[in-house]
């Protein structure tokens, strides 16, 4: 039994219709229309894998889950689950296929870590049996540890992979990895790791990598082709100088108007503040005079009471003799003139009270006086200072309407003088690159030991028969044989190289040589995922003695290509192709034909509902 073996991929999310592919469990065909998502399960079960992102369809809006499930080598089923953009992948021991809450039995990072077992690529590298294997990474001998990102881009072949004229070993494209890719492949093929490399590398190469000269050429050009002036070192040094005494100038310009302007704003604070206190006291004053009215009240209403109490003490003490209205004796019991000493004595107190009063309500009178000439001086005063603020704030506007250019001009020279520094930090790093090229021309770097590690001839030769073994089988036309060059990671079939042949060649021995590395890692019980994915590996063909362009693959080839891989194929295999594959392929492989006639699925994802107005 393969290492993994496919067994659904679905989308999931909260109402949303759930998408998924059952895989069967030899061969499965998913044909149809442009733009109906065959390529995006190809691209998923690799973003499932650990690839870092997932292309964005307007088809996927709205699923918040995707879900792969795997059945690995022992039986066990798992399912791995991440959220779009996500960097982690929960792994559930059993087949999920819906939205779920529950806790995962393990979370995992997307992202290979050699020091750490909390990642997708160590979890499933035990699981194939690449855990811990080392690739070499440069010339040097400097080593890391295989990732399953290594595998993965030997099992899974995008459509622009498939046809690219990229050795198929050499998947990112990138100079800076095919010394790992082709350490990656030597060991699938060999299922020896890197062992340690001798001593003896120079400093200077330690320190520049590979030690080419040419790649500090194109440091040089890269730096050269960012400059944006035209002009030298020297110059540039000298509109830095000019620049800076006229970034001076406009700076001590500016500089004086905001002084004026800072005093203004300090003389406008202190009058906000004096203008605070003055209201305060006028509000102070006001609360007094209202309080002093109502005494003013009080004492006039007093004086009125007294002088009436006068008045009636006199009407009743002299035109009435009978009992005594001040102390109640009566005639008989009143002495001679009783009555006119009780009115004496009565008319001296009001007259007493009456002054008293009229002395309070004369210092109240002045006080009165005073506050209302204080009221009328804070009101001057609060006028004076709304005045001199108003003029305050007519200077400070036309202060700001001076500094608004200056401020401009400031700004403006600054973005300039930004620009030359940069010029001038690029025409040092052309320097430092410059002088690094000099030393590194005059000195013979300690050469590299003679490698002693590359593919075994045995190994080689029957890769090469196993590649010829897939096309023959395909019934690709020529005698097929193959040539693998280690220097390079590409082949050559009939002593033509595949770079050198039409899209249709290109993919089909692409096609081949990941069929035939799968074949060969499950005869020889080497790490591989156990499936591959193949996105359009047959979609045209350029015979090899035809000179025109891409023509359609013969029927024949098509059909043998299908039937070899359901029926003599040792691993699980998954292939998207845009046209009808033969028509008897139900009996063989399972087949999903998006949007063509007579199917059921206008793609991988669901057409929404419409809702009904009601």
């Known amino acids: ?43 998923a079960i690799d973003y499932m894998l650990g690839a870092g992102k997932l292309k964005e369809i307007n088809e996927a809006t709205g699923y918040t889950r995707i879900l792969l499930g795997l059945r690995l080598a022992n039986g066990k089923v798992i399912t791995l689950a991440r959220a779009p953009g996500a960097k982690k992948i929960d792994v559930y021991n059993e087949d999920l296929r819906v939205l779920t809450a529950q806790c995962p039995d393990a979370t995992l990072g997307t992202v290979h870590n050699p020091k750490s077992e909390g990642n997708i690529s160590r979890y499933l590298l035990k699981i194939v049996g690449g855990e811990g294997r080392r690739v070499r990474t440069n010339a040097n001998g400097k080593l890391r540890t295989l990732s399953l990102r290594d595998l993965a881009h030997l099992c899974i072949v995008h459509e622009e992979q498939m046809a690219s004229p990229r050795s198929p070993v050499l998947a990112s494209g990138q100079r800076t990895s095919e010394t790992a890719e082709k350490s990656v492949f030597r060991f699938l093929l060999s299922g020896e790791d890197e062992a340690d490399s001798p001593a003896g590398t120079s400093e200077v190469e330690k320190k520049i990598g590979k030690g080419k000269l040419d790649l500090l050429d194109q440091l040089i050009l890269d730096a050269q082709t960012s400059l944006t002036i035209e002009a030298n070192e020297p110059q540039l040094r000298e509109q830095l100088t000019r620049l800076e005494t006229s970034l001076a100038d406009a700076s001590a310009a500016a500089g004086e108007l905001v002084s004026q302007r800072s005093a203004l704003l300090e003389r406008n604070r202190a009058l906000e503040s004096q203008s605070t206190h003055t209201r305060r006291r006028t509000d102070e004053a006001q609360s007094l005079l209202a309080r002093f009215g109502l005494l003013r009240q009080q004492y006039e209403s007093d004086l009125a009471r007294l002088r009436m109490v006068e008045e009636a003490g006199n009407l009743l003490g002299y035109f009435r003799t009978e009992t005594c209205v001040f102390c109640g004796a009566a005639p008989e019991h009143q002495q001679p003139g009783h009555h006119l000493d009780e009115t004496s004595q009565l008319q001296a107190a009001v007259i007493a009270e009456i002054r008293k009063t009229n002395e309070l309500y004369a210092d109240l009178m002045i006080t009165v006086e005073d506050l209302e000439a204080q009221l009328t001086t804070l009101d001057t ?234």
Not at 551 to 578: G, K, M, T, W
Not at 602 to 609: E, T
């Open 1 to 43: 039994m393969s290492a993994l073996t496919l067994l659904h991929l679905t989308f999931v999310g909260p109402d949303k219709e759930t998408a998924t592919v059952e895989f069967g469990p030899k061969l499965t065909v998913i044909y149809g229309a442009s733009n109906t998502g065959k390529s995006f399960i190809a691209q």
């Open 381 to 614: 005063e609060h006028t004076a200072l709304r005045r001199e603020a108003a003029t305050l704030d007519r200077e400070l506007a036309d202060l700001d309407e001076r500094l608004a250019p200056q401020h401009a001009d400031v700004r403006e020279l600054l973005a300039v003088r930004s620009q030359i520094h940069g010029e001038l930090a690029i025409h040092a790093q052309i320097q430092r690159l410059e002088d690094t090229k000099d030393r590194l021309s005059n000195i013979s770097p300690t050469p590299p030991p003679a490698r002693t590690d590359g593919i075994p001839a045995s190994d080689l030769v029957e890769f090469e028969r196993l590649i010829q073994r897939e096309l023959l089988a395909w019934k690709v036309s020529g005698e097929n044989r193959v040539n693998y060059e280690v220097s390079t990671a590409e082949i050559s079939v009939d002593t033509r190289k595949r770079t050198g042949e039409g899209k249709g060649v290109r993919s089909i021995l692409h096609a081949a040589l990941t069929a035939a590395l799968a074949r060969w890692s499950a005869d020889r019980d080497m790490p591989h995922l156990g499936f591959v994915v193949l996105d359009s590996p047959v979609v045209t063909f350029r015979q090899p003695e035809d000179n025109d362009d891409d023509v359609v693959l013969p029927a024949d080839v098509v059909e043998h290509f299908y039937r070899d891989l359901a029926s003599n194929f040792p691993c699980q295999v998954v292939v998207i192709e845009n046209k009808t594959p033969p028509t008897d392929i139900n009996d063989y492989a399972r087949v999903y034909p998006f949007r063509v006639d007579g199917s059921r699925r206008p793609g991988f994802f669901p057409v929404p509902k419409k809702k009904v107005n009601s």
